[in-house]
Antibody, heavy 121, light 111 residues
């Protein structure tokens, strides 16, 4: 069965950096696009970034553009997001999610359990 | 890209039907038939419920249905059950720059 396991969350000071990982199993990782979605405490979902199945194209929300970078290592079945210049408003649970198909508009059919990132001094 | 507009809360009694609306613009909901819906129980990850406006993934009960008219998409849950009590989020493709935009979420209470 599909499993997505995020790791790398923690407490970081404003202006700091963090790299999150998402280990995937139960499907052919290299055949699907992948997303990061976040949820601030008590708030709704916010799409963060998407990467195509082969890493050829990446897309980032305006709120993280230039600070976050999504990437993937297909031989390792792992998705990443490098988060730099972190702000207090980046505090959230970060979910990785699998796209249902190849297209950029494919829905998110499987989600990990999330990892909490807290940006605080 | 602004979030899609959903009612903060809806409620219904067991066995009844409820509808949750999701209003966007012609740049997202109205422009594409790529609306999806997600259910989230407290402390849990979102669960995929509806895609391409009205299609159900395997395993999702047919009590859940989706539709769209103009810039507004809707999720209808019929025959409400206690386990349907959760937060529901809509999501729409919003073009090749901002791929996805979510609604603010709707809390469903089963009375």
């Amino acid at each position: 069965q599909v499993q997505l396991v995020e790791s790398g969350g923690g407490v970081v000071q404003p202006g700091g950096s963090l790299r999150l990982s998402c280990a995937a199993s139960g499907f052919i990782f290299s055949s699907y696009g992948m997303h990061w979605v976040r949820q601030a405490p008590g708030k709704g979902l916010e799409w963060v970034a998407f990467i195509r199945y082969d890493g050829s194209n990446t897309y980032h929300a305006d709120s993280v553009q230039g600070r976050f970078t999504i990437s993937r290592d297909n031989p390792k079945n792992t998705l990443y997001v490098q988060m730099n210049s972190l702000r207090t408003e980046d505090t959230a649970v970060y979910y990785c999610a699998k796209a249902m198909g190849l297209s950029v508009y494919a829905p998110l059919d499987y989600w990990g359990q999330g990892t909490l990132v807290t940006v605080s001094s | 890209q602004s979030a899609l507009t959903q009612p903060r809360s809806v409620s219904g009694s067991p066995g009844q039907s409820v509808t949750i609306s999701c209003t966007g613009t012609s740049s997202d909901v109205g422009g594409y038939n790529y609306v999806s819906w997600y259910q989230q129980h407290p402390g849990k990850a979102p669960k995929f419920m509806i895609y391409d406006v009205s299609k159900r993934p395997s395993g999702v009960p047919d009590r859940f249905s989706g539709s769209k008219s103009g810039n507004t998409a809707s999720l209808t849950i019929s025959g409400l059950q206690a386990e349907d009590e959760a937060d529901y989020y809509c999501c729409s493709y919003a073009g090749s720059y901002t791929l996805g935009v979510f609604g603010g979420g709707t809390k469903l209470t089963v009375l």
